[in-house]
């Protein structure tokens, strides 16, 4: 954030007799990044686009989307990454923004939240390892406060059921990305001028309004930029699933990202994998494309 | 002196709410030091107690997925990868952010685009790509795609961070004649050491991290990636905790050291805006 706030060119004006030197020299210094650019990143993401209209070396139009709606994998998919999103999005910016607030006075707050970004920092494989075992029936600790609150009769590997594999995944993404709204928000609230409050004092506002009508509005770009990622991070959650659950049992936690890796890598049917990939990537670019619109605007 | 009860109930708040982010690391270390069958029993039960090094051990030397490999490969790969595009991204963010030429405007909106887009959008071309020119099961086309994947972030984060550096500099070295290659090494490179140890920090901790290109692209056993190694040891049935919990702490615990060496340079980097994954 710091360093977008001005917007004005600062190119080097070095007066008349230059110009051949200006044109080549921004050229010798894009070409090795714009040739790697274009040959891993360009070129595939175009390649991709045009593979999803094949089959098989055979030109099929859209039939490879079309085929993917009618199958019930693709659909479960969808409706799992929109699910994820409808009660990951909420409670991650919920939990971020408390702790931010809390810790913020708190002693030992610096450390705490360390620990917390911690999540931000591991592998998410690693991550889904430890949901498969706080959420293990003998060695998970989940499943050990229940029975201390007299609910072991619930108790079992909640990754395993059909019905709870989906919901316990993204608990999980939540306690690992929960690290990242929280640290926006921090630094969120360190840019609000304490003037702001001052004056909301002397007026006599109670500390609940003074949130609600200074802390949370002056927020407004730290939870664009919490909810804009965390859109990304979950559209494109793969990792946690592949190792947590496989997306099992039964497709019941299956997500697009990992559907795309199925039908790439084990069927290997390019054609499909790549509309997914487009599909995705369109999800991600309508996103993106509309947050960064709503940042530009506040 | 009075303590507020508002205080209190923050402090309860505060603390039990980070206990619940803070139990799963504890409970895979204690289950990494303990054996299996304590393990089981509850890593916070503590009416038996030993400690044992078999975790440890036993992933380092594990017979399908050895982390003493798996770590050495994801090192090989990780260096390079964290290295290599560092002068590249910032030799195109100072075009960027100095020099006006044709189209560039359009140009950046087009590295502003690619940052955000996902890893599965491009690797079936990429294994295409790689099989053809033998590069699969080969870190240099990991290397390669790593480096590039990366650049569209780090020039971005890079541009924005030269373009508020002070001009005048630049401009006084213009004038004694120095070129702009040297004026580039010389003088923008050393003011931007912050800019750098970010980029190194986020980096360095994503290819680590990273599964799915390393999935895609190694299959061989002996050249697998310490991510990979991972849910290889879990196997079909049971689970080894103890065996497991110890390579999860080994293979986070690299990214972990990064992050707090670097902590202030790692959280600045993606708190500026890294749209990246």
Known sequence: MRHCKKKQDKTIAYGGAETKGRT?????????????????????????????????????????????????????????????????????????????????????????????????????????????????????????????????????SWTFYPDTALISLIIGTIWIWTGFSMIVYSAGLEGIPIELYEAAKIDGASRWKTFWRITVPMLRPATIVVVTMTLLWVLKVFDVVYVATFGGPGGASTVMAFEMYLDAFQAFNFGRASAIATILTLMTFGFAAYMVNRMAKS | MKIRKSTIIAHAIAWSVSLIWIIPFLGVFMASIRPFDEVLSGWWNFESFHLTSQGYLGAWNHPTAPLSRAMLNSLIVTIPSTFLPILVAALAAYAFARFKFPSRDLL????????????????????????????????????????????????????????????????????????????????????????????????????????????????????????????????RYEINWTIISAASIMVMIIPVVVYVVLQRYYVRGLVAGAVKG
Not at chain 1, 125 to 144: E, K
Not at chain 2, 179 to 201: D, E, R, T
Not at chain 2, 209 to 221: E, K
């Open chain 1, 24 to 156: 080549i020299t921004p050229l010798v210094f894009l070409i090795p990044a714009f040739l790697l650019v274009t040959i891993f990143v360009l070129y595939p993401v175009v390649s991709t686009v045009s593979l999803s209209l094949f089959q098989d070396s055979k030109f099929v139009g859209f039939n490879n989307y079309l085929e993917l709606f009618g199958r019930r994998s693709f659909s479960q998919a969808l409706i799992h990454n929109g699910l994820w999103i409808l009660i990951h999005l909420p409670l991650s910016v919920f939990f971020g923004l408390l702790l931010a607030v809390l810790l913020r006075q708190v002693k030992g707050g610096a450390i705490i939240k360390s620990i917390i970004f911690l999540g931000m920092v591991i592998p998410l494989v690693v991550g889904g390892i430890l949901f498969r075992f706080i959420y293990d029936t003998d060695a998970g600790v989940v499943n050990a406060l229940l029975r201390f609150i007299g609910l072991g009769s619930i108790a079992r």
């Open chain 2, 108 to 235: 950046f909106l087009l590295i502003v685009l690619l940052q955000t887009v996902p890893q599965q959008m491009v690797i079936i071309p990429i294994f295409n790509l790689m099989l053809r020119l033998g590069l699969l099961n080969n870190y240099l086309g990991l290397i390669l795609l790593h480096s590039s994947f990366g650049l569209p972030w780090m020039i971005l984060f890079l541009r924005n961070f030269f373009s508020v550096l002070p001009v005048e500099v630049e401009e006084a070295a213009r004038i004694d004649g120095a070129s702009y290659f040297k004026i580039f090494y010389k003088i923008v490179l050393p003011m931007s050491l912050p800019a750098l140890a970010s980029i190194i920090a986020l980096q360095f901790v994503w290819v680590w991290n990273d599964f799915f290109f390393a999935l895609a692209l190694i299959q061989n056993p002996r050249l697998k990636l310490a991510t990979q190694a991972i849910p290889v040891m879990i196997g």
